[in-house]
C-alpha cells in the first residue's frame, strides 16, 4: 500500500484547525499539536511514548490539562476514523517557509516495522 507523504497527510489531519500559513508560529504549534495526536493514536497505552505524553499533561495546571487532554482525545479519534491505516510515526516536523508559500516537513517511520521505508 502506497500512502501519501506524512507532511501531506499531517496538513490534512489539521485540517480546519489550521490557521492561516501567514502566521507561521501559531501553524507550527497547530502542525506539532496534531503530530503529538497522530503519534499518541498509534503507540500502545502502556508504551514508553505513551507515559511521556501523559507525564507532560501532568505537569500542566488541572484547568489547563483538562481541556488539552479532551482536545487530544479528539484528535486522536479524528487520526483513528480519518486515517485508520496510516501507522506511521512522525519523528521530525518543521515548515519552511519559502517566497510564496509554507511548506511542511516531516519524517516518520513505520510503528510496525521501523526498519520499512516510509514517505
Not at 501519501?4 to 496538513?11: E, G, N, Y
Not at 500559513?21 to 500502545?44: C, G, H, R
Amino acid at each position: 500500500m502506497s500512502l501519501p507523504p506524512i507532511s501531506q497527510r499531517i496538513v490534512e489531519f489539521a485540517g480546519a484547525d489550521l490557521p492561516s500559513p501567514e502566521d507561521a508560529e501559531t501553524y507550527l504549534k497547530v502542525l506539532e499539536f496534531a503530530q503529538m495526536a497522530w503519534n499518541y493514536s498509534i503507540f500502545s497505552p502502556d508504551s514508553e511514548a505513551a507515559r511521556v505524553i501523559d507525564n507532560g499533561l501532568l505537569r500542566m495546571p488541572a484547568p489547563v490539562r483538562a481541556s488539552v487532554q479532551h482536545r487530544l482525545l479528539e484528535w486522536v479519534e479524528r487520526k483513528k476514523k480519518l486515517f485508520p491505516e496510516d501507522r506511521r510515526i512522525i519523528a521530525r516536523l518543521g515548515i519552511k517557509d519559502g517566497k510564496r508559500r509554507l511548506t511542511v516537513e516531516a519524517a516518520s517511520y513505520d510503528y510496525d516495522n521501523p526498519k520499512r521505508k516510509t514517505a
